[in-house]
């Protein structure tokens, strides 16, 4: 060390291969049961006597709870700090209560139980999986952010492998039966359950166990010289005025689209759009009465914005986002977008297209639905890889570039499943979508983390997770009225328009504004 740096500059240590890897292993667990969630509960709702029509709406569930739950669960993790640390004593209260929704799940006797218990075990999930991407935030200096998130891109992977495959192997390696009687729920897949549990549970224990967390004045001294754009638009708060007229806005706009659905007769699950928006019109009513308190017409303080509670904080938050995380917000909504499009409609897009048959009880088409069953099981497997390879290639090209090209090979490889005849070549443009899926998993997330400010990491990452719901809920409402008003109800298009997407969302990355 020289004696010429007279600042008290305190540098954030880098942490070694195997220090990161502890961090990040706990998302094994976490994906596993995700995965596990994503691909059998249709199968269990059906089981359980559901009908086809109403899987979109139970499926809702999911991104809904994401919605409310991670921005309160990023807010009280910031505002935590106890012997267990602060982000993870979180881990632990989400690995208990999902593993246990895990094991009761496939026990459910009912559909509104089974219904229930996804609602419980996606809040669950969720309450252990939001503190994990601000806890990379926390413990890497932002050289090594991309790294941080790569392994847990790499994590996702496997754990998505490897649990989607786990009733199949459980049938066909370990001679599981993997049918039941009528309104029961087929023993392979309640062990792949049981086995969830246990791994979710291990894993996320040990990331708990094996990794220490800063304190609040270690963070601010890593921080003190940070730049990042935060305090400069503290300054401005919106004021009481604007929190009316915006709650105004919000209410007419929500209320005139619930009403154009009613009388349109338009899919159901527009409902939750429009009910959302109508929301966010109370919400910043709540705001404007709280600052309408404050009779001085001087910017508020920090003491006085955290006496005002969370739910102001985290509606505030919303609105004083940092540049680089409202563009960002762009990227991520085209690439949700085409993510759903691909998950709702490659099945029926490949038994249509290539197996050319939409009848659900032919051999062709339960052939072609657990080929795609495969084909989602293999860009899982080239995520895993293309997460070990986009670090390099961002200290090559630059971040941004990095997620365009991976943004790029993802759509290329959607839109060519239009123009490959032979489904079992399909798993060739599947290496596209693994290196796109496994760039939205981090790249955004390591250029976001280097622009916030870092008492504020969970709440902002709660937030960013609003621009992965929205679109979801979105193509889910629609996709459906698109493939039939332009393209004759061809589920091959969606695909086409997901891929289109995703090379929007590679353009848009190039726009965002960066840290130095």
Request: charged share 10%.
């Amino acid at each position: 060390m020289s004696g010429h740096n007279h600042k008290n500059v305190t540098q954030q240590p880098q942490l070694n291969f195997w220090q990161i890897f502890n961090m990040c292993f706990g998302f094994l667990g976490i994906q596993f049961g995700f995965a596990l969630q994503n691909a059998n509960v249709s199968r269990i709702f059906q089981t359980l006597g559901a009908s086809i029509d109403d899987i979109p709406i139970l499926w809702i569930a999911a991104p809904l709870t994401g919605l409310i739950v991670q921005p309160i669960i990023g807010y009280l993790s910031d505002n935590t700090w106890n012997s267990l640390g602060r982000r993870r004593p979180y881990f632990l209260i989400g690995a208990v209560l999902t593993t246990l929704s895990l094991f009761i799940m496939p026990h459910s006797p009912t559909l509104w139980i089974a219904a229930g218990m996804l609602w419980i075990m996606d809040a669950s999930i969720n309450i252990a999986m939001e503190p994990f991407r601000a806890f990379v935030g926390d413990n890497l200096p932002k050289s090594q952010r991309t790294q941080g998130y790569a392994m847990q891109s790499f994590f996702i992977g496997i754990g998505a492998v490897v649990a989607s495959a786990m009733p199949y192997m459980l049938t066909n390696v370990f001679d599981v039966a993997n049918t039941a009687p009528a309104g029961e729920i087929a023993d392979s897949v309640r062990y792949s359950f049981y086995f969830g549990g246990a791994i979710l549970f291990i894993a996320v224990g040990w990331t708990i166990i094996s990794t220490k967390e800063y304190s609040p004045e270690q963070l601010a001294a890593f921080h003190q010289h940070d730049t990042t754009d935060n305090e400069a638009t503290r300054a401005n708060t919106r004021t009481s005025g604007q929190y009316q007229t915006g709650a105004i806005i919000w209410i007419v706009i929500g209320a005139l689209f619930t009403a154009a659905i009613m009388i349109q007769d338009l899919d159901k699950q527009l409902y939750i759009l429009s009910l959302g928006i109508f929301v966010f019109g109370p919400l910043q009513l709540f705001c404007a009465c709280k600052l309408a308190k404050t009779t001085t017409n001087a910017p508020v303080s920090t003491q006085q914005r955290e006496s005002f509670g969370m739910l102001f904080n985290v509606v505030d938050d919303l609105f004083h986002m940092p540049k680089a995380m409202r563009q960002l917000a762009v990227v991520q909504f085209f690439a949700w977008f085409a993510l759903f499009a691909m998950w709702i409609y490659t099945t029926a897009a490949v038994t249509s297209h290539h197996y050319h048959t939409s009848d659900v009880l032919s051999q062709a088409y339960n052939d072609g639905a657990d080929w795609v069953g495969m084909l989602f099981a293999s860009y899982n497997g080239f995520a895993a890889i293309a997460a070990i390879i986009i670090p390099f290639l961002a200290k090559a090209v630059g971040i941004r570039l990095t997620h365009t090209i991976n943004m790029f090979l993802g759509g290329l490889g959607l839109i060519s499943f239009m123009f490959i005849q032979d489904p079992t070549q399909l798993w060739i443009p599947m290496i596209g979508v693994g290196f796109a899926w496994a760039s939205i998993l981090s790249v955004p997330y390591a250029m976001l983390s280097a622009a916030l400010p870092p008492q504020k990491m969970g709440v902002y990452l709660g937030i960013f997770n609003f621009f992965i719901v929205i679109p979801q809920l979105l193509a889910a409402s629609i996709l459906g009225l698109l493939l039939k008003t332009f393209f004759d109800g061809e589920p091959i298009y969606a695909l086409i328009l997901g891929g289109v997407s995703m090379m929007i969302s590679g353009i848009a990355v190039l726009f965002v504004k960066q840290e130095k």
